[in-house]
Structures are given as structure tokens and as C-alpha cells.
């Protein structure tokens, strides 16, 4: 069964910082892309960083461009993503998943459905 689990949300004020972690596993068929998506309340979720995770090549929603970086981590066993997440804004507050997927062009992509597997999600609150 796949495992994708996040961790790091929290509670911060304007213009702090967070560092979320995503570690996945047992994935079924091969997956090339590890992103993060976020959702707010009554909003759709969105796309946010995606990283190809052969190349490394990267991807950002425009919105946070700047001030996100998504990395990963190829020493370890499993597949390990971070989201650094800079000058945080209010507009910034969702629930975060991470997610896996497989692009054919081995580019990242920020389409949803590039994506098979997610994690549960975890909270980030930026209050002022």
C-alpha cells in the first residue's frame, strides 16, 4: 500500500517560515514527479511546487514563486520531499498534501492529474 506522509505544518506569523517533509513509499508503478498541492477553505485545491525527481527540474505556481523552494532528497531509501516555504503570507493558510505522480516528458508539471497518490495533508496557518 502507498505510503505518502507529510509533515511540518504548523502555526506561524506573517512573514515566517515552514519546512515541510513528504516521505513516499511502496508505490506500485514508477513515479517521476513529487509535488505539493494546497487547498483552502472553500477554495479549490491548487497546485504549488513540483519537482521531476529524475532531473530535478522544477515548477512553481506563480503566486509563490520566490518565496517556496521544493527539493528533494535522492540519499535516502525512500522518495523525500521539502517544501521551504519564505515570507509567508496570510493567503498562504491551506491545508498541504503532497503527491506523486509519472509524466511521460519527464518535465514537472503542475496538472493535477499528473498526480495518482496523495498524502493525508497538513495544516499551515499564517496569522498576522
Known amino acids: 500500500q502507498v505510503e505518502l506522509v507529510e509533515s511540518g505544518g504548523g502555526s506561524v506569523q506573517t512573514g515566517g517560515s515552514l519546512r515541510l517533509s513528504c516521505t513516499g513509499s511502496?508505490?506500485?508503478?514508477?513515479?517521476?514527479?513529487m509535488g505539493w498541492f494546497r487547498q483552502a477553505p472553500g477554495k479549490e485545491r491548487e497546485a504549488v511546487a513540483v519537482i521531476e525527481t529524475t532531473g530535478g527540474n522544477t515548477v512553481y505556481v506563480d503566486s509563490v514563486k520566490g518565496r517556496f523552494t521544493i527539493s528533494q532528497d535522492n540519499t535516502k531509501a525512500v522518495n523525500t520531499v521539502y517544501l521551504q516555504m519564505n515570507s509567508l503570507k496570510a493567503e498562504d493558510t491551506a491545508m498541504y498534501y503532497c503527491?506523486?505522480?509519472?509524466?511521460?516528458?519527464?518535465?514537472?508539471?503542475?496538472?493535477?492529474?499528473?498526480?495518482?497518490?496523495w498524502g493525508q495533508g497538513t495544516q499551515v496557518t499564517v496569522s498576522s
Open positions: 511502496r508505490f506500485p508503478y514508477r513515479i517521476n514527479l
Open positions: 503527491a506523486a505522480g509519472f509524466s511521460t516528458l519527464y518535465r514537472a508539471s503542475l496538472r493535477e492529474e499528473d498526480f495518482g497518490y
